[in-house]
């Protein structure tokens, strides 16, 4: 006779405690050679997450240091030389060092197999490789200002950075190109995961829409990114040897590196945005407690913009004498690419519609980021009409949209990524309470800091520009006390995110009542992921999820029942 055992709702405290204490990825191995040679996703995505953030840090300190010396209309604390190589490494550092490997290459190298259900990515000795090659080129574009300094904007348009005196543009140059390919060993890596890792139950449309997002941005680094690596090496060969390829000079032509530069760089711009993307369906449909809506269409969007994204780049090259023709064909295909993205934006709407709203840090971001992506997509919209882009080009109006695009959009999704899996990530739980007045600072320093900016480029304030009009003080004063707010902000969140390592209460496997698979393996994440592979089910189905207050986390409705249980 075949009987049932009973099985409580709730795991037992003594179980939960020896699930938590078991050996997990932090603890397993210790030592530095145990790092630095490790081939565990969960450490390589955490090297990389220490490595990105120490570069937001150093780009971060320049953009403060550019907002002190813009608060008066001439010097105020360095010269305009200075001043040119402070932007340049700012935005060096920020999009090469942080932006474009933030998401993919540090909670995308954690979380992308465990939400598989799989032990490893495909191909772990490429994965770490891909971590040195990031290091190398990182430590080669920071190196550079030893080497002379680089005054080109972080774009190095030839010809002057092909003539400059400033030696560092060699290094600066040579780091970005080995950058690129830490970029396409990753996006590689994660296609072939996506590919082949997927376990039993994982049907494509399955899939989590985070991995969606990634599938996308892999395409993009594999297809772009080798066209930015030749184009900086023919800008290092040009330097160097004097062949003419970019210099009118020598017979080349500084256009040409414009549609190379910018046939990568604008789909470099959803490398950066698609992941942030995917964060946000994860948010807003775990935090909403509601099924997200329109999934397939989100996905296939998620697809559409890898695609479009490599036909716009020509709206980047308005003013450069291009032909009223591809002007047209251009702007037609801008206001084009916004239909994906707009495809998303009314499905979280339509999710967050009659849901059960949860107000959590995470959250808080995601809701930010629906508010400032909005504007930044908006003012795209301007920018790709040709009339009004004659007008704002090369202002700071073009400062403002990109940083409502990528800070707002991109950086506020990888701080919601970041606190939403940091329990995932180290087993600890953070503050609520600080969590929620950072990420009030930070969206309110971050709109005085640029919606400001918007006010001075449609005046016609000149990006780049070291000395000012006084008729621009206001706007610049306000705009550099919002980069100290919101810098006070960061701040908090690195003190109560750093506290939580060491006096953060222990996290449950599931705090947030997630459906994904990663929040079914314990807290920190063990280091074989998973004993068995699990048979996956609907990522956005929370029926079957109950909280428990005995834990502060979620667990299911009934456990599944053990081997033994039957007779």
Known sequence: MAYTAS???????????????????????????????????????LLYLISILTSFFLGGMLALLIRTELLTPSKTIVDADTYNQLFTLHGTIMIFLFIIPGIPAALGNFVLPLMLG????????????????????????????????VDTGWTFYTPYSTTT????????????????????????????????????????????????????????????????????????????????????????????????FWFYSHPAVYIMILPAMGIMSELISVFSRKHIFGYKFIAMSSIAIAILSFLVWGHHMFTSGQSPLANM?????????????????FNWLATMYKGSIHLDTPMLYALSFLFLFGIGGLTGLFLGALAVDIHLHDTYFIVAHFHYVMFGGTVIAFLGGLH?????????????????????????????????????????????????DQVFTFWHV?????????????????????????????????PWGAATLEWTCASPAPYYNFKT???????????????????????????????????
């Open 165 to 260: 005196s400033h030696s560092g543009v060699y290094w600066l140059t040579f780091g970005a190109f080995i950058l690129g390919f830490s970029s396409i060993f990753t996006g590689l890596n994660f296609l072939v995961t996506i590919h082949k890792l997927r376990p039993e139950g994982m049907t494509w449309f399955r899939l989590p829409l985070f991995l969606w997002a990634l599938y996308g941005t892999s395409v993009i680094q594999i297809l772009a990114t080798p066209v930015l690596g030749i184009t900086l090496l023919l800008l290092i060969v040009e330097r160097g040897l004097g062949i003419g390829i970019f210099d009118p000079n020598l017979g080349g032509d500084p256009v040409l590196y414009q549609h190379f």
């Open 420 to 468: 939403y899996w940091w329990p995932k990530m180290f087993g600890r739980m953070y503050s609520e309470f600080w969590g929620r007045i950072a990420a009030l600072l930070v969206f309110v320093g971050f709109n005085m800091t640029f919606f400001a900016q918007f006010v001075m480029g449609a005046q016609g304030m000149p990006r780049r520009y070291y000395n000012y």
């Open 329 to 345: 064909i251009f702007s037609f295909l801008t206001f084009s690419v916004a239909i994906p993205s707009a495809v998303k934006v």
């Open 7 to 45: 099985i409580p709702a709730t795991p037992p405290r003594a179980w939960d405690d020896a699930r938590r204490d078991a050996d997990n990825y932090l603890t397993h191995s210790r030592g530095f050679l145990s790092w630095a040679l490790t081939l565990d996703h969960k450490r390589i995505g």
């Open 533 to 567: 592979t699990p048979s996956a089910g609907d990522p956005y189905d929370f029926s079957n999820l109950v909280y428990d207050r005995s834990i502060a986390g979620y667990v299911p409705k009934s456990l599944p029942q053990p081997a033994e249980a039957k007779s």
């Open 118 to 149: 799989a032990k490893d990515v495909a191909f772990p000795r490429l994965n770490l490789t891909s971590y040195y090659f990031y290091a190398v080129g990182a430590l080669l574009a920071i190196g550079s200002i030893v080497f002379g300094g």
């Open 478 to 510: 306000l705009s550099s006390v919002g980069s100290y707010i919101m810098a006070v902000g960061f701040f908090l969140i690195a003190g109560y995110l750093l506290h939580s390592l060491f006096r953060g209460a222990k996290a449950p496997d599931n």
